[in-house]
């Protein structure tokens, strides 16, 4: 029997491990978490990462698996293995028996009749679902400052902003309310929050994991992927929600195999790991460089061969990113209207048309940072601006790629921090858009040009003690070379730390009494 | 390129269908001004010569077998409607006039 403040602490791996052992039950381990959450996540001081808790389908779930193990035989024997292991998943993704928000007021309440299909995925191998994850509204921010159900906090300091849009997400697995979640990444939106919570996040290939059933913000950038605690732990659950879906025409035919395998290699010898000339140095905050420099360090010490490359159309990425994304996402959200789903708002007065409620539907229904990008799409999309605006930005996406080709023919996988500072304090950008969108400047490039990334922990930042992510980037379908080069360099950071970085986080207070809060999460 | 100015802004937000305050106006019209300004590099970076991408990994006739798949009930398609009549979606009127 291992007590609760231990389990909770552990990798989804030791857990699956424990669980067909038979050494714990999947019963014991999901309520660990439920009361992890109703004892961190609520109140004024609480971490805010789950917006629904789905405490009784969790634990039917759970009770499931471990009657099918108990019994023994064949089911026993073919169950997956993460089969018990419970996760959270971010509230952009639909899941029926559960509200969808998206982190909207407009589509507060909101009930889909249909699963994502990563959510059938999780659901064929038995992981308990704790949950939904806060997100900025529609996956547009960086700070999960513009959810309409207020803002999570960072578990390493409760007045800073834990990453977005994926920060509930990632939040959830940093203060040990998840062992595992799902996000979703369109310019950094797992990784960035990964690098700021100290935890673990891949934006696998474009393609590779369906996107069915994830609200869409910008389509040809969108993709589903892994939030976890270590890089074995993202390749599991990776290899549970991948492959072929013909409900996503854009799913690639093959699935990606051996990633797992990939993590468990344990050794980088011989290969050819480059820095990005472009994305450290200037604009990237002391602490962070240091901490990338520190990682390089223990690649070479392992054998692996150090280049440097040059992207210079990378400059131009983060322009071409804030065109595309509106574009793409102006015409996304053109469906919330008052219409087939979600609020309705009635004008006050004058004539009551369809034109005039769906107006006042969007004005009341969705937030500023929504707002802008709705307007600011439909500007690059207008008439006389197309050339000039969405056409050139598609000709950047154009050059990012072969930027990539090019470093790709002299490393085999690319290195950068993920973000250019740690956690920045709440409030603190709010106001200066553009300020924000700056944070995503290294993990844009990826998503304009369909390559898998991955942000690991790689220390905390010198002047401040908190947490700095270092990004890996592989050639489209390479992902089993991020879990790789990953593993190894996350076990030669926690061997020079002496246990994993999460270790070091701050204890977390008791936000309020379990039995009270886990009602209140329910009603929320 | 030209600035993003206040009238623009109105027009857009009229296209895109979001009412929007005078106050919300202005802001946003600053706001935009800023944005974009700081994405015009974009359209001075690649020549004509250089092809567009429109999707990240291209992929050509996705098609499936023409037969019918999962469908929704009226009742499932209408469970989130703000308002329903006789398994249909109710809207308010679609003419100034009605």
Redesign the interface.
């Known amino acids: 029997m291992t007590d609760t403040n231990t389990l909770i602490r552990l990798s989804a791996a030791a857990l699956a491990e424990k669980l067909a052992a038979g050494e714990v039950t999947s019963v014991e381990v999901t309520q660990a978490y439920l009361d992890r959450i109703a004892a961190v996540d609520g109140g004024e001081r609480g971490v805010n990462a789950f917006l629904h808790v789905n405490a009784e389908e969790a634990l039917a779930v759970a009770a499931e698996v471990d009657a099918i193990r108990a019994a023994g035989g064949a089911e026993a024997e073919a169950l997956h293995v993460l089969a018990g292991v419970p996760i959270a998943v971010k509230d952009l993704i639909v899941t029926i028996g559960q509200p969808t928000t998206a982190g909207s007021k407009i589509l507060e309440g909101?009930?889909?009749?249909?699963d994502a299909t990563v959510v059938e995925r999780l659901r064929a191998a038995k992981m308990p679902i704790l949950g939904k994850t806060n997100l900025d509204e529609f996956a547009m921010g960086s700070s999960t400052e513009h959810s309409a159900y207020g803002p999570t906090r960072n578990p390493w300091d409760l007045d800073r902003i834990p990453g977005g849009s994926g920060g509930g997400s990632a939040a959830a697995v940093a203060a040990f309310e998840a062992p595992l979640a799902l996000g979703t990444d369109t310019g950094g939106s797992i990784r960035q929050p990964g690098a700021v919570t100290g935890t673990v996040g891949v934006k696998p290939?474009?393609?590779s994991v369906s996107r069915y059933g994830a609200i869409a913000m910008a389509s040809?950038?969108d993709q589903i992927g892994p939030v976890s605690r270590t890089v074995l732990d993202s390749a599991l659950l990776h290899e549970v929600i991948g492959g072929h879906d013909?409900r996503d025409?854009?799913s690639?035919?093959d699935p990606l195999a051996g990633l797992v395998a990939a993590a468990k290699t344990g050794n980088v010898e011989g290969m050819r790991i480059g820095i990005i000339k472009e994305l450290h140095g200037e604009g990237y905050q002391a602490g962070v460089e240091n901490r990338f420099h520190d990682s390089l360090e223990l690649l070479k010490e392992a054998g692996a061969e150090i280049v440097e490359v040059s992207c210079p159309?990378f400059?131009?990425a983060?322009?071409?990113y804030?065109?595309i994304m509106p574009s793409e996402a102006?015409s996304n959200l053109?469906k919330f209207?008052?219409?087939?789903?979600?609020?309705?708002v009635?004008?006050e007065d004058g004539?009551?048309?369809?034109?005039?409620?769906?107006?006042?539907t969007?004005?009341a229904g969705?937030g500023d940072e929504v707002?802008?990008r709705?307007?600011?799409g439909?500007?690059a999309l207008?008439a006389g601006?197309y050339d000039?605006?969405y056409?050139?930005?598609?000709?950047?996406?154009?050059?990012v790629?072969r930027d990539f080709d090019a470093a790709f023919t002299v490393a085999d996988v690319l290195i950068s921090p993920t973000a250019p500072t740690t956690a920045f304090r709440l409030g603190e950008k709010l106001d200066d858009?553009?300020a924000m969108?700056l944070n995503d400047v290294a993990t844009i490039p990826a998503?304009?040009?369909?390559?898998p990334g991955l942000s690991l922990p790689g220390g905390l930042a010198d002047e401040d003690g908190l947490p700095v992510g270092i990004q890996l980037l592989a050639p489209?379908r390479e992902d089993a070379r991020l879990y790789r080069v990953g593993a190894v360099l996350e076990s030669l950071l926690e061997a020079k730390w002496g246990g994993p970085m999460l270790a070091q986080a701050p204890e977390l207070a008791a936000a309020g009494p379990v039995e009270t809060l886990v009602g209140s999460q329910e009603a929320k | 390129m030209a600035a993003i100015n206040r009238d623009d802004v109105a027009h857009l937000a009229r296209l895109a269908h979001i009412e929007m305050s005078d106050q919300e106006l202005d802001r946003m019209a600053g706001e935009l001004a800023v944005i974009v300004d700081s994405v015009k590099s974009v359209s001075q970076a690649a020549g004509d010569d250089v092809p567009a991408t429109s999707h990240p990994i291209p992929l050509s006739n996705v098609f499936r077998e023409d037969v019918v798949g999962h469908t929704f009930t009226a009742e499932q398609a209408l469970s989130g409607a703000p308002d329903s009549d006789d398994n249909r979606f109710k809207v308010p009127a679609i003419l100034d006039e009605a």
Request: net charge positive.
């Open positions: 909101w009930h889909s009749p249909y290939t474009y393609g040809s950038l013909p025409s854009t690639l035919p159309n400059q131009y983060l322009g071409a804030y065109l102006s053109a209207d008052g219409v087939r789903y979600g609020l309705r009635l004008p004539p009551m048309t369809i034109e005039r409620v769906m107006g006042a969007r004005a969705f707002k802008r709705i307007i600011l439909t500007y207008s601006y000039a605006y056409g050139s930005a598609q000709k950047v996406r154009t050059l790629q858009p553009l969108y998503n304009l040009a369909g390559v489209a």
